[in-house]
């Protein structure tokens, strides 16, 4: 059965988690979060400042404690997850305890072109050239999909929309 009151998009960077949660927040009367925003908003800083001054570490921890108040605080919602989030602290595991996780496939040459004009604001990639983007992205993609194949509901296309996943989960 899926439990259509906890929804979480997952997926790698620039897989459209956000814009893509939204429109389903809006379809399913759901209320919507962002996980980095909601980060951003509490420490009051950006996630690119978090990584420069505190480190990737001190940043995972911070993206698993506010993902925790999220579910324990909120009855019902979708939530779109930063790229790395299933992926540490047992995060994807609490996930698929309490709700609906849904993974956002793209390959890596889909997501190596939607991510080549979108690297400012992401720390990992931000200082990138083309070349090594996509040795990256394959490299770490191959490492993550472990997490993200544990989702309860896969939507793989070119330009995922919001009946795809609509449609499978009703
Ligand atoms: C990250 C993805 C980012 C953000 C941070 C780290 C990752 O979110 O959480 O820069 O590890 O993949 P998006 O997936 O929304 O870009």
Redesign the pocket.
């Known amino acids: 059965m899926v439990n259509k009151n906890k929804m979480f998009l997952l ?5 459209g ?2 814009t893509l949660g939204k429109k389903l927040a809006n379809k399913l009367e759901l209320p919507f979060f962002d ?2 925003k909601s980060i951003e908003e509490q420490v009051g800083i950006s ?1 690119s400042e978090i ?1 420069k001054t505190k480190g990737e570490e001190y ?1 995972r921890l911070l ?1 698993t404690q506010i993902l925790n108040q999220l579910i324990s605080k909120q009855s019902n919602f979708v939530i ?6 299933p992926c540490f602290n047992n995060n994807m595991k609490l996930i698929n305890e309490v709700g609906t996780s849904i993974y956002l496939k793209y390959n890596e040459g889909i997501l190596a072109s939607r991510l080549l004009n979108a690297k400012t604001n ?3 990639i931000a200082n990138k050239t083309k070349e090594e983007l996509v040795d990256f992205i394959t490299e770490l993609l191959k490492e993550r999909e472990q997490y993200y194949n544990q989702s309860k509901i896969i939507v793989e296309g070119n330009n995922i929309t919001v009946n795809q996943v609509t449609d499978l989960l009703f």
């Open positions: 997926g790698f960077m620039g897989s988690k956000s996980l980095d996630i990584f940043f993206e779109a997850l930063g790229g790395g989030a992401r720390p990992l």
